[in-house]
Structures are given as C-alpha cells and as structure tokens.
C-alpha cells in the first residue's frame, strides 16, 4: 500500500515511543465515525498493534486490545459516550458502538479477505482497524484512511503517514488538526 497513492497531500507524523504512538491512536479515533475502516501497514514492530490499542482506547474500549493474528477479527463493545471533536456528545445515531480490530497477516488470497466481511460488519455502527491492510486495500481502501507506520532515527521512534481518500477526504484537515501534536517536518 503507498501511503500516498490517491492522496496528494497525506498527514506526515512522528512518535517518540509506544506511549505516544498509543496517544496519536487515542487523538485520531476522535475522528472516526461509525463505518470507518483504518488500514494499517508496516513492517513487523512498526507499532501497528499499538497504534491500534490508541485508537481502541480513544474510543472508549476498556478491555486490553491484543493482536488478532490468530482469531483474525476482536470485536470490543464502545461503552463511553462518544463525544465529538467540538466536546459535544454525538447523536446516538452518530455513535461508534463496536471497535473492530483485524489482523490479516496469515491470510493468503485477497477471497479470504472478503469472507471476513469487515465492510458489512462496520455497517452496524463499528469502526475497524486493520493491521496489514495493504492485503484489503482493493476491497476495503476506496474510502478508508490508510496509515504506515515506518521506524524512525532512534529506536521507539515511528514515523506514520496518514492518507485520506474518498468519501473520508473532507476530513483531512481535521485528522490534521487533532495530530498537530505529532506533526513531522
């Protein structure tokens, strides 16, 4: 997956450890809304797992979010109220309820990608993220915000691109904002 591919000006990043991978994950799921996908890529200890666990964090997930690679998909209930990037509550139409967390590192053919039927699960009110998602990019990428995470300088540092294309390009400028922080020049 290139980060870039559709994305002519993708939101560059950078993490000084696992904490503050986990804390981009936590600041960028106040972005996501109900049927987003979030495709992740990188090599083996990017920290995709971690940026992963962020995000469940940030969406109010109070189990320990752990790598599906052998269960393939961990569905985890949303209970806190979802709030918005402006602090107030989102319309409960608007609420992300499950966090779905996929790992399709041991998968083989692009049909067992489909069979999992991620696209259909976000459907009912779920967000997804997907460790290895450059294997779903042709079936789940057309509208999904595809991050890589490469190892940066020094040893827990991650350097992490953030590409919005399709129907999720309007919020480019938000994702932006809400990751200022962790801007990279």
């Known amino acids: 997956m290139s980060p870039a591919a559709g994305d002519p000006d993708p939101v560059r990043l950078r993490?000084?450890?696992?904490?503050?991978?986990?804390?981009?994950?936590a600041a960028l799921a106040k972005s996501l809304r109900p049927g987003d996908v979030v495709l992740l890529a990188g090599d083996l200890g990017a920290g995709k797992t971690t940026l992963a666990q962020g995000i469940g964090t940030g969406l109010g997930v109070s189990d320990h979010v752990t790598s599906p690679t052998f269960t393939l998909v961990r569905s985890y209930p949303c209970p806190t109220p979802p709030v918005s990037v402006d602090g107030h509550l989102r319309p409960s139409s608007a609420a992300v309820r499950t966090f779905l967390h996929a790992d399709l590192y041991r998968l083989e053919h692009l049909g067992?990608?489909?069979?999992?039927?991620?696209?259909?699960?976000?459907?009912?009110?779920?967000?997804?993220?997907?460790?290895?998602?450059?294997?779903?990019e042709p079936v789940l990428g057309a509208d999904a915000i595809t991050i890589r995470l490469t190892e940066g300088h020094r040893d827990d540092e991650r350097?992490?691109?953030?590409s919005v294309t399709g129907s999720s390009d309007p919020r480019r400028d938000e994702i932006r904002r809400l990751l200022s922080a962790w801007s990279a020049p």
């Open 159 to 162: 350097c992490v691109t953030v």
């Open 112 to 136: 067992e990608v489909v069979d999992l039927a991620i696209a259909e699960l976000v459907e009912d009110d779920a967000v997804a993220v997907v460790e290895w998602g450059d294997v779903a």
């Open 15 to 25: 993490t000084e450890s696992a904490d503050d991978t986990r804390a981009l994950g």
